[in-house]
């Protein structure tokens, strides 16, 4: 099975721009590639709320919306499966979540179980956490989803002997990354599982160079560079 870890460039509030990219991505991967991953939020934008319910009820979107069924028409034109962070409704709440979608179908939705994602003194009920992690199976494959804060919050939650997939949204510079931040991540990463793919966006609006490593016991075996929008091809 072969996985492509996209960076590109995801927009605050510019959900129809940030599916384009989706699509950019999977024009670009026909024949490469039978999984492509992006990053937390990359649907909307990690800047995409403003914290009021009624103003962010309306970015995020339900697994029914038109956007996820634009993705899963998607997934069965170019035969290629996707893994994307969004801003999900359901109900009258809001998480920031996971989608995987396969040849049409929604396979998994995982919802992120650390607030980091919320400026938790601002928000009230309508925001929420999930409290499931669980492993899925894709191509035969054993996968297991973290969203950023999950793998510093409560990595012990996220053990697998399958592969850990990391979308995040990760906003240092650059010097930092390649100084401390790389080496710091590895040895996050070790704590729940061999094989982690890390995959960032880039966001022009904000200190976000993008960036996506392959890890393997807690050691980079296979990167790409930042601020270059670029996918990462990996076989597993």
């Not at 403003?50 to 970015?59: G, L, Q």
């Not at 993705?71 to 989608?99: A, F, M, P």
């Not at 793998?151 to 012990?156: F, G, K, R, S, V």
Request: aromatic share 12%; charged share 30%.
């Amino acid at each position: 099975m072969r996985i492509g870890l996209v960076s590109y460039v995801s927009e605050n509030k510019n959900t129809a721009f940030n599916l384009t990219q989706i699509e950019r991505a999977m024009k670009e991967s026909e024949g490469k590639a039978d999984l492509l991953c992006f990053s937390e939020a990359f649907l909307q934008g990690f800047d995409s709320l403003v914290w009021d319910y009624d103003t962010d009820s309306k970015m995020a979107v339900t697994q029914t919306s038109k956007e996820i069924t634009q993705i899963r028409e998607w997934t069965k034109r170019y035969g290629i499966g996707i893994v994307t962070g969004y801003i999900e409704k359901e109900d009258d709440h809001i998480y920031s979540s996971c989608i995987v979608i396969d040849d049409g179908e929604i396979v998994h939705n995982y919802r992120r179980i650390s607030k980091g994602w919320k400026e938790f003194d601002r928000t009230d009920g309508h925001y929420r956490e999930g409290n499931e992690t669980k492993e899925f199976f894709l191509s035969g494959k054993r996968f297991m989803i973290a969203l950023c804060g999950d793998l510093w919050d409560a990595p012990e939650r996220f053990k697998t002997e399958g592969i850990l997939l990391w979308p995040v949204y990760v906003s240092f510079p650059v010097e930092a990354w390649e100084k401390e931040e790389i080496d710091a991540y590895g040895k996050q990463v070790a704590l729940a599982a061999d094989d982690v793919l890390m995959v960032n966006c880039i966001d022009p609006m904000w200190d976000c160079h993008g960036g996506c490593f392959v890890f393997h016991k807690g050691e980079v075996i296979s990167r790409i560079g930042f601020d270059k929008e670029d996918i990462l091809y990996c076989e597993i």
